[in-house]
């Protein structure tokens, strides 16, 4: 908005001129947003909530804003709550079961004080981010990181039989900061801490013999495993021995077996038929070795 005209001496200082510099003066003096009370701070105003100076509010929740300040460039330095990532080791006996981790900016504990102050453009998002083994477990510091654009992150996949895991990249967006008229604002994406819980298993084929493991089912998460089983009309066994599943004949019933044997000659095709009387006596017909 133009300010009104200089005067000489002598001029008349008009009621439109004086009202002009009120609402220049006015346009040009920062206005705090809803819940938040601007006091005058190095470099300029501070933004912040209700309180007692350099204390939190009752019940601040986690990761709210506590104080926006303008800084020298184009950005704002936003000061917020502490929260915690909790993660519940539920794959794991190991203790303790619940784990609660500190976010950290810049290297710096959320919860240090002097809390650390974050630099945030215009329509800039805060997330947290959190990184897992392929187990699901964390294990990096979780950290706040500022971007414009979305952070999809990537679902962590345990090892399974055909190939090594993946760790996984979790975001959390937390808030953004945007303009109320000439007055930062914030719009609230998550305050309160974020839980995070180890839900896939590793599996593994054990023993020796034929692979059980089939395969990993990418759109339903499942890893699939064959059913062992005896063929319908078959007379087998099957049972579970400690780490393997043994296919064996089943005791005491009389069974016929067809042979079929390629001679390595001119001779056709000779199927010989095995017959088990229920004595495990092996006999064979047309003579030929069984």
Sequence with gaps: MKLPPKKKPGDPIL??????????????TPAPGQGLSLS??????????????????????????????????????????????IERN???ASHPAVILHMPEYGGTALDTIPRPQLHVGVNE??????????????NYPPEIVI????????????????????????????????????SPAIQVYQQSDIEHCAELWTGENVGSGARVF??????DGKYKF????????SVLDVFE???????????????????????????PVIDSYVNDSGGHIISTYNDQVF
């Excluded at 089939?214 to 759109?219: A, I, P, V, Y």
């Excluded at 064959?226 to 009309?233: D, E, H, L, N, W």
Aim: charged share 20%.
């Design 226 to 233: 064959r059913t062992i089983k005896a063929a319908s009309g």
């Design 125 to 138: 998002i805060v997330w947290c981010r959190y990184r897992c083994s392929p187990s699901g477990l964390i």
């Design 147 to 182: 971007a414009a654009a979305d952070q999809p992150g990537s679902h962590y996949y345990p090892t399974n039989p055909d190939e090594s895991g993946t760790d996984g990249d979790y975001y959390v967006k937390l808030f953004q900061l945007v303009m109320d008229g000439d």
């Design 241 to 267: 021995s400690g780490d393997e599943v043994i296919v064996t004949i089943m005791s005491g019933i009389a069974f016929y077996l067809l042979v079929h044997r390629q001679l390595y000659d001119t001779r």
């Design 90 to 92: 539920t794959p794991s």
């Design 40 to 85: 005058a701070a190095s470099g300029g105003f501070s933004y912040s909530l209700p309180g007692q100076l350099g204390q939190l509010p009752k019940g601040q929740p986690p990761f709210s804003v506590i104080a926006i300040e303008k800084s020298e460039s184009s950005y704002y330095l936003v000061t917020m709550q502490q929260g915690w990532v």
């Design 15 to 28: 009621a439109a001129d004086w009202n002009l510099m009120l609402e220049a003066i006015a346009a040009r």
């Design 214 to 219: 089939q395969k990993l089912d990418e759109t």
